[in-house]
C-alpha cells in the first residue's frame, strides 16, 4: 500500500469496497478495489485470484486495466484504471440513450466482447452496472467476477452465473450454453439504452423466466431498421441462430465502426466459425451435460429466498 495514496471511496458492496485513489510520485489516477479475506471460503478465493489472473492478461482499450494487485493479511487489494462514471447511472439520470450513442457505444461493446471472446473468455455478467464511462464517453467493460476462461476443449459451460434480466434464454432454463450467451446480453443491454427498459421486465422472477423463455421482445417505433434488425439477431432466443460472429461484425449498425484487436497465437478463437468436427463436438457436449431438471430451478430456488426490496426488481441481482 506504500506505493498508494487513498483519496475518497467511490462504491462499496457484498465484494468490499473501491475507493479513488492515486499512485505515489506520479499523477497517476487508480480506482483501489479493497476485498476482505475474512468470511470468504477457500473457493471464494480462489475465485477471485482467477477473475486477477484474467484480468492481468488483458489489453483492450474498452475493458478495465488492471494494474496491479497484492495482499495485505486481511485483504486482496486490486488496482485498476480509474473511469468517472457507471453506465447504469447514464440510465438511471436520463433514462434513455440517442439512438446515434446506443451505436456508438455498440461499436465498443462489439470490440471488447470480440477480444474476449478471440481469446476464449466468457463474461458471463453484462449488465449497465458493470459498464464504466472514461472520457470522452469511451465506455470500459469492468467486474470479471464471473468470467471464465474455457480451454479448447471446453465448448459449452452449465454452471449459471450472471443476472437474471440480462440472462438469456438457455441460462435461465439451465442449459448448456457457450460465448452466444454474453451476445444476448450485449442485445439485452443496448434495447435498454434506446428504450429506458430491458426488453423483459418484471418485479417477480417466476414471470421473468417465463418472459425470457417464451414471450417475443416488444420492438418500438421509434428503433431504425438498423437497429432493430442488429437487436433481433442478438435476442434470437435459439442460440444456434443468434448474430454471431464472424458475421456479427459485419452488420450494417456496426460495421465499419469496430476497431478489431484479437491475438493471431490464440489457437481456436470463438469468433471464427466452428469446423464441422467442433461443430460435433460441441453437440456431443451439449448432449451429455443436458440433465433434466427435477423440482424447482436455482433461479426459482433464489427467488423464494429473495427478501422484498422495491429499490431493486427481482432480477437485478448476480445469481453466484
Known sequence: MDSYLVLELVGEGSFGRVYKGRRRFTGQVVALKFMPKVGRS?????????????????QHPNIVQLFDSFETETEV??????????????????????????????????????????HRILHRDMKPQNILLGKSGVVKLCDFGFARAMSVSTLVLTSIKGTP???????????????TADL?????????????????????????????????VK???????SCTSFLKGLLTKDPQKRLSWPDLLHHPF????????????VF??????????MLALKLQQVAAKTVPTSG?????????????????PAGSDDVK
Open 296 to 312: 424447482q430451478s436455482r433461479l426459482l430456488r433464489k427467488a423464494r429466498e429473495q427478501t422484498d426490496n422495491r429499490a431493486r
Open 42 to 58: 477457500e473457493k471464494e478465493l480462489r475465485s477471485l485470484k482467477r477473475e486477477i489472473e484474467i484480468m492481468r492478461g488483458l
Open 184 to 216: 444476448w446480453s450485449l442485445g439485452c443491454i443496448l434495447y435498454e439504452l434506446h428504450t429506458g427498459a430491458p426488453p423483459f421486465y418484471t418485479n417477480s422472477i417466476f414471470h421473468l423466466v417465463q418472459l425470457i423463455v417464451r414471450d417475443q
Open 219 to 225: 420492438w418500438p417505433d421509434t428503433m431504425s431498421d
Open 77 to 118: 487489494v486490486v488496482v485498476t484504471e480509474y473511469a468517472e462514471g457507471q453506465l447504469f447511472q447514464i440510465l438511471e439520470d436520463d433514462g434513455k440513450l440517442p439512438e446515434s450513442q446506443v451505436q456508438e457505444i455498440a461499436c465498443q461493446l462489439v470490440s471488447a466482447l470480440y477480444y474476449l471472446h478471440s
Open 254 to 265: 456496426v460495421a465499419d465502426g469496430v476497431p478489431v484487436l484479437s491475438d493471431s497465437t
Open 268 to 277: 481456436s478463437p470463438l469468433t471464427v466459425t466452428p469446423s464441422p468436427d
Open 165 to 179: 434480466l440480462y440472462m438469456s434464454p438457455e441460462l435461465v432454463e439451465e442449459k448448456p450454453y457457450d460465448h
